[in-house]
C-alpha cells in the first residue's frame, strides 16, 4: 500500500521509485524527512556514490564543503556510509536551520521541512532560491507516501 502511494506520488513528479517502502521510520532515520532526501538524492542505495560530477558522495551526496561547513572532525570519505551521512546533515542542519533562524526569517512562508530540504540542495541561502523549489517537491512527495498511510 505504501510502496504505490509513493509511487504514485513520485510519478507526479518525474521520479520512479525503487527504495524500500516502510510504514515506519527506523533508525538510521530520525524522521520522515531524513528519509525522503535520502530517496531524493540517491534512491536509497548507500556506499561510496560519487556525484555531482565528482563535487558529491555518498548516500546523501554531500560536497566537501558541506561536510567542512558541518564542523565534523572525521575523514571526508566516511560519508560513503549512510550513518555518517546522517551525522554530517544533522550537524550542518544545527548550524543553519537552528530555531531561531527559522522564526526569525520564514515560518509565514514555508514549513521547518521545506525550509530544512532546501538548505540540504542550496546551502545556507536555499530557501530562498528558487532553484530548490523543484528539490523540495521531490521530497515532500516521498514524505507524503509516508505519512498518508
Not at 500500500?1 to 521520479?15: F, N, P, T, Y
Not at 531524513?34 to 548507500?46: D, F, P, S
Not at 565534523?72 to 556510509?81: I, L, Q
Not at 550513518?83 to 550537524?91: C, M, Q
Amino acid at each position: 500500500m505504501i510502496l504505490r502511494r509513493v509511487m504514485a506520488a513520485l510519478a507526479v513528479v518525474g521520479l520512479v521509485a525503487t527504495g524500500p517502502a516502510i510504514t515506519t521510520i527506523e533508525p538510521p532515520y530520525r524522521n520522515a524527512l531524513e528519509y525522503a532526501i535520502h530517496g531524493v538524492e540517491t534512491n536509497w542505495k548507500t556506499g561510496p556514490i560519487i556525484g555531482d560530477g565528482g563535487a558529491s558522495r555518498g548516500p546523501l551526496q554531500i560536497s566537501k564543503p558541506f561536510f567542512q561547513d558541518s564542523g565534523c572532525e572525521f575523514a571526508y570519505e566516511k560519508v560513503d556510509d549512510l550513518e555518517h551521512a546522517l551525522i554530517v546533515f544533522r550537524k550542518y542542519m544545527d548550524r543553519y536551520v537552528v530555531p531561531y533562524r527559522y522564526n526569525e526569517l520564514v515560518p509565514d512562508v514555508m514549513c521547518i521541512d521545506e525550509f530544512t530540504a532546501r538548505t540540504q540542495v542550496g546551502g545556507p541561502r536555499g530557501p530562498w532560491r528558487e532553484s530548490s523549489k523543484p528539490y523540495w517537491t521531490k521530497v515532500q512527495a516521498i514524505k507524503k507516501g509516508i505519512e498518508n498511510d
